[in-house]
């Protein structure tokens, strides 16, 4: 079946632009994770969803970032005003039971 | 916090050597620990976990045990091949939370 998808693969934003960042997870799961990636390193923490509620946004850096699932199954991650800082892979994944999650490929954003 | 220490790399290793990669982590309670690989070009995919102490995970020839007493999951695998190469991550998740903490990944590089 199919997997989990993010879209676009790549994004090159000026910096003071607005960036949203989609994710369609796997069709039934219930909780959706969004992660932040810099080069180099482990995915770090962003935010959690169960359905559309969001359970933890604990990782979220800084107020620019948002995210939402209205309808509790795709998700966008917004940035407003990018920053050099900014600039990263940023993964989704989803998960039916929370414990085993699928990610998805990843989009790599770079902030000029 | 919680937090995952993975041995630095790069790992380079022969055909049919045995791998070992480090794993430690710093966690309240009793966590799930897991695995992730991440070959060259796709998303992550989890490898292997564990949800108790004294848990052994296993897949695809590796094998990591949950030893509470030292707070470690190592992995291993008795002899790895050139398809093994990749990029391991260690992940933990506290129990009855949605988060996940990723050590920094370490490269495994294996020449024929």
């Known amino acids: 079946g199919a997997g989990v998808s993010q879209s676009p693969r790549y994004k090159v934003a000026k910096r003071g632009q607005d960036v949203a960042l989609r994710c369609d997870p796997i069709?039934?799961?219930?909780?959706l994770f969004w992660y932040q990636q810099a080069l180099g390193q482990g995915p770090e923490f962003l935010t959690y969803?169960?359905?559309?509620?969001?359970?933890?946004k604990s990782g979220l850096p800084s107020d620019r970032f948002f995210a939402e699932r209205p309808e509790g199954s795709v998700s966008t991650l917004k940035i407003q005003r990018t920053q050099q800082e900014d600039s990263a892979v940023y993964l989704c994944?989803?998960?039916?039971?929370?414990?085993?999650?699928?990610f998805g490929p990843g989009t790599r954003l770079l902030v000029l | 916090g919680d937090s995952v220490t993975q041995m630095e790399g790069p790992v380079t290793l022969s055909e049919e050597a045995f791998l070992t990669i480090n794993c430690t982590y710093t966690?309240?309670?009793?966590?799930?620990l897991f695995w992730y690989v991440q070959y060259p070009g796709e998303g992550l995919q989890l490898l292997l976990k564990?949800?108790?102490?004294?848990d052994k995970g296993s897949n695809k020839g590796f094998e990591a045990t949950y030893r509470k007493e030292t707070t470690s999951f190592h992995l291993e695998k008795g002899s790895v091949q050139v398809s093994d190469s990749a990029v391991y991550f260690c992940?933990?998740?506290?129990?009855?939370?949605?988060?996940?903490?990723f050590g920094d990944g370490t490269t495994l590089t294996v020449k024929p």
């Open positions: 994944a989803s998960s039916r039971d929370a414990e085993t999650q699928y």
């Open positions: 069709s039934g799961h219930v909780s």
């Open positions: 969803f169960q359905n559309e509620a969001q359970l933890d």
């Open positions: 966690a309240t309670g009793y966590p799930s």
């Open positions: 564990a949800t108790k102490a004294d």
């Open positions: 992940a933990l998740r506290p129990t009855n939370a949605g988060k996940s903490t």
